[in-house]
């Protein structure tokens, strides 16, 4: 811009020229023509007064010279420059830093004291926070409001709010100030009061333009401008009046910030307002927030619930055993070198598995068939060498009697262990076959424990009685081997099967020096179970995830509602300077502010939900909360906030300002 370096003849180059300016409506089918081929040029320093009934035209005019509103045709030259080429965010920067607008009814921002609405030009100019209110407090009390900085606008007479909204016009400096009837809400004696106000600063070298119904006034300015029906029909000089020589000081290139830091100035402010908008609406607020809340709940609950059904689930596998890993002797199948198959896993090979910090317990096993004789009744049942470890491992229950221990397979006992099977087929009559004496073969074997009936569910389900022994006495007096034929590995939970399967398979080719054994981890069903509880978390958090959606979109409605009630603030905001990225900054903050608030109040109520459930299941069961899915709600309502608040934000930045401006 020119004028920061006036030249000799500053005052002979117009500050404002316009030149055949067209201004046209469109109502409906026809285009009204308000103001007609004006040809106006306006000095830097002048005090212009532009009277004229009212619908001549005054107010139109004044906003095409503020640029809030452009011409339909003609040009209109502002420091030499033509706004006919500027977008709206440069005609922001035009008023931001060069006009003040003064209206007839203030348009003060209500929510906010005095200090902050005469700050609200300065925020936009990225002037630095504390030369900020310096200044705001200087204006003010330089207009003889040193004592109301602190109030709201509804704590003000209309010549205070006057005053107020002076002082906003000169906080970026005002080189142009309009004044658009800017006493027609007050008495007479304020009225007297804002004139003064506007011709000292006429002689401070301020440009002024004023609307203005009254002749007494008008006749106090330089320079008075006639407009009838969108013609100027006289423009006349005041000869008694004295013409400011001097120039206004420029303001805001002396506080002006860095470009990032006033950037974030403006997004600390905008969320500033967003709050104070949110604190007058609190019941609105609430409301919409519901959405969300429930969503995000929903959301977080489901999650829990399933991630903590699925622990049981698969803490009441793991206690039947599945988390288990069975080595196998023998080479893979389909490995050629199968034929050349011999015995070589040994009790030891179980032992260095069962000394790993993530294997629970090993049984070691070898099976056979063989005939079981008792009394007179003879039968072909399946015998198993196990290892002490054997009913952890396989998750069987003993119905009665006892297990094998540390002596029994150390000392190799006779002693035995039947399933139902085997009870119900040699002891039918008997209620307890403890100490019962078996011979399997020619071997005998003293019955210490009885299994509980195989229910099918997970365990292996056999119709022939089987037999469990020692795997050592087994190995020495019944098959006379070496080697054992497998060993089931129980996996500590916490621990991935895939892991422990990679670690053992590791560890036995290092002791084997080959691969001459099959491993194969039972961990299919948790897998099922996993993958079943999964589908069913994402079934119901799909059904969240829908009820997040129709929360945003409600966040939506009500945005678009906010905008419409604030058109009258947004309006304000664009004549001081906001940028379009401003406003639209704003309406988003809030908007996101909200789904971010009713985001954490819905994890807050998913924790107490989960809480509820916790005390009612007791130990039996249990919510688990991941991390992740909060992580994933709170991003999710962020998410929902710029999604669903970008439309109604566009919806605001993109508003006329003289259109807003004119809604209440
Ligand atoms: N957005 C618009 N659409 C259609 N017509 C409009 C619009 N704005 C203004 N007009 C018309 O333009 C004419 C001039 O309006 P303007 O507001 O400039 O008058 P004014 O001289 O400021 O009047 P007053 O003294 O009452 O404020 C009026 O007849 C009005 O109806
Ligand atoms: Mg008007």
């Known amino acids: 811009m020119s004028n920061q370096d006036p030249t000799p003849n500053a005052t002979d180059t117009p500050l404002m020229q316009v030149k055949g300016l067209i201004r046209e409506f469109k109502a409906g089918e026809q285009t009204i023509r308000v103001l007609h081929d004006i040809d106006l040029s306006i000095h830097q320093g002048e005090m212009v007064a532009i009277i004229g009934q009212s619908g001549s035209g005054k107010s139109t005019l004044m906003n095409i010279l503020g640029c809030l509103d452009q011409a339909t045709a003609g040009d209109y030259k502002i420091f030499g420059q033509s706004v006919s080429r500027l977008d709206a965010d440069e005609l922001a920067k035009l008023r931001r830093e060069h006009f003040g607008f003064i209206f007839q009814r203030y348009h003060l921002l209500g929510d906010i004291n005095a200090r902050d609405n005469v700050s609200v030009p300065a925020v936009y100019a990225g002037m630095d926070g504390q030369a900020r209110s310096e200044r705001a407090e200087k204006l003010l009390s330089d207009l003889g409001l040193g004592d109301k900085v602190n109030n709201r606008p509804s ?9 107020v909204s002076i002082a906003r016009a000169l906080m970026n400096g005002g080189d142009i100030i309009l004044a ?102 609190k019941m609105r607020t609430l409301l919409t927030m519901l959405g969300i809340i429930i969503g995000i709940a929903s959301v977080v609950s489901v999650v829990g619930l399933g991630k903590g059904s699925q622990e049981q689930i698969l803490s009441n596998i793991s206690s039947l055993g599945t988390n288990t890993i069975t080595v196998t002797d023998g080479y893979p199948y389909g490995d050629p070198r199968r034929q050349y198959n011999d015995y070589n896993l040994t009790p030891q090979d179980a032992q260095a598995v069962a000394n790993q910090p993530y294997v629970v317990s090993v049984s070691p096993q070898l099976n056979s068939n063989m005939n079981v004789r008792y009394r007179n009744i003879q039968e072909a049942a399946s015998i198993s060498g196990v290892g002490k470890d054997y009913l952890d491992v396989s998750g069987e229950k003993l119905a009665l009697g006892q297990g094998f221990d540390e002596q029994s397979i150390l000392r190799r006992t006779q002693d035995i262990i039947i399933d139902d099977n085997a009870n119900k087929t040699f002891f039918p009559d008997n209620a307890s076959p403890i100490g019962e004496v078996l011979l399997i073969g020619s071997v005998p074997g003293r019955v210490i424990g009885v299994l509980e009936p195989n229910d099918g569910g997970f365990r292996r389900s056999v119709d022939s009685p089987t037999l469990y022994m020692p795997y050592t006495t087994m190995m020495s007096r019944l098959i006379g081997s070496a080697y054992i034929e497998s060993f089931v590995a129980l996996i500590d939970n916490n621990i991935s099967s895939a892991a422990a399967e990679a670690a053992i398979s590791e560890l036995m080719i290092g002791r084997h020096g080959t691969d001459d054994f099959r491993i194969r981890n039972s961990d299919s069903i948790r897998q099922t179970i996993e993958a079943t509880t999964a589908t069913m978390t994402l079934l119901i958090s799909s059904i969240a995830i829908i009820s997040l959606i129709v929360g945003g979109i409600g966040v939506m409605n009500i945005m678009l509602v906010s905008v419409t009630e604030r058109t009258n603030e947004i309006g304000v905001r664009m004549a001081v300077g906001a940028r379009q990225s401003d406003i639209m900054q704003q309406f988003l903050i809030e908007a996101v502010l909200v789904c971010i608030l009713g985001g954490l109040l819905g994890i807050g109520l998913a924790f107490a939900i989960g809480e509820i459930i916790n005390r009612v299941g007791g130990d039996s069961f249990q919510v688990i909360y991941s991390p992740t899915s909060i992580i994933a709600a709170f991003l999710c309502s962020t998410l929902i906030g710029v999604v669903f608040g970008f439309l109604p934000a566009r919806n605001a930045a993109k508003l006329d300002p003289v259109e807003a401006l004119s809604r209440d």
């Open 155 to 163: 704590q003000l007479s209309g010549g205070q709010q006057q005053r």
């Open 180 to 281: 658009d009837e800017p006493t027609g809400a007050l008495d007479s004696k304020s009225g007297e009061d804002v004139v003064q106000i506007l011709k000292d600063l006429n002689a401070q070298g301020h440009t002024i333009i004023m609307v203005t119904h009254d002749p007494s006034l008008a006749a106090q300015a330089e320079r008075v401008i006639e407009i009838k029906d969108g013609h100027i029909i006289a423009d006349y000089k005041n000869d008694d009046y004295q013409h400011a020589e001097a120039q206004p000081a420029a303001v805001i290139d002396k506080h002006r910030k860095s470009a990032f830091s006033s950037f974030i100035d403006r997004l600390f402010e905008a969320f500033k307002m967003s709050l104070l908008a949110m604190r007058a609406h």
